[in-house]
């Protein structure tokens, strides 16, 4: 199925403003490799190691008028990337949230739309870790665990997270950028108010780890992840950031994500409680800076608690009737939506949006699919197979199965 027929006119002139911004050999990442004569450990380390994205958004339509929304290409941009697996996510306060049961909804119509657009891709979510093995076994990517960022849609019902469970969530933020309506913790962006975690939050984090959900501190104050880590009986991830002495290049940047990065000490925090922390692609510029970022992070927690949350896209982003063009429409509003923005600073330039949004254009230099562009420059920086098999995915997989089996 050729994407581009069916998606609106906007989403095609995007992907084509996006392909005509690099060079030619983006449209084939293939070509690339012909001509640099890749690493053939490259593709032994992609074809034998589960890859997981452990914070990837897909975006979908969130108002049930809109549900599923335009087609994506989920299953052929997975297996452009070389990865086994994404952490699937979505956010239901990109747009300020009016009123109770918004989120809810709105939380109901993300799934939905997923539903539809797993059935269209011919992908399932994987429940456990034997689904995501067999998926890697069968050589196909076609695997996605759903997550979600932040606890809003629960408005304080505790019950719900046993409904999200059983239409097969296993990986639950427990915050995102604002408070939910019963409010789980403290966000690291937001003044403090709650004194960490509050009593909800403790009571979801219990929850999760009966039902067999994945809990993830990714946007909790210090103070909350250590309140969540007391609560906690299983293993928990952070994971979309990056360590706070690896600034990058760009000042300006700099200054506006330093709040949402780990300190050493913290993450040891984290790793000591078996915990585990997903190194994102904000703030590198090339893939061997984010390879150096990587290393960075194993120097302080060692090579069993790292693994990769890039906070990109696999797929394009869905513009809700309310904020962009309608479906249809002339093109990209300026400035895009709000969710478009997420985990990025405001001020970003268009230039810093191209590459860094989508994961397989996550940098300007980037020669192929996002993992084997990964893998080739962990290799390039001394990392042995191994330790790229665990970071890549490996010590999701153990977190991931401690967190859902049982
Ligand atoms: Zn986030």
Redesign the pocket.
Known sequence: MKPQSIWPRREFLATLTVAGAGSAVMLNPMAAWAISEPDPRVAAIVAGTIGIDT?NHIDVPLTAADVPGPNIDLSGEMKKSGLSAICMTF?VDYQKIQKPGDAYERFINGLASMDRQLALNGMKRSLNLKDLRDAHKNQQPTTVIQSV?GGHFLEGHLNRLGEAYNRGLRHL?LL??SDASVPLGDVFTNPAQWGGLTAFGADVIRECNRLGILVDL??ANAETVAAALKVATKPVIIS?TGLDTQLGQDQNMARMMRPRLISKEQAKIVAGAGGIIGVWTHLSDSPSEYAQNVRAMVDVVGTDHVCIGT?TKLTPSYRPGGFGPKPGGPGPQPGGNPGDQ??RPPGASQNQRRFGERTNEAWADQKAGFYYTVVDAMLKLGFTADEIGKIGGGNFCRVFDAATAG
Request: aromatic fraction near 0%; avoid cysteine.
């Open positions: 914070h956010a960022e933020g995102h950028d990714a946007h979309h906070d997420h985990d």
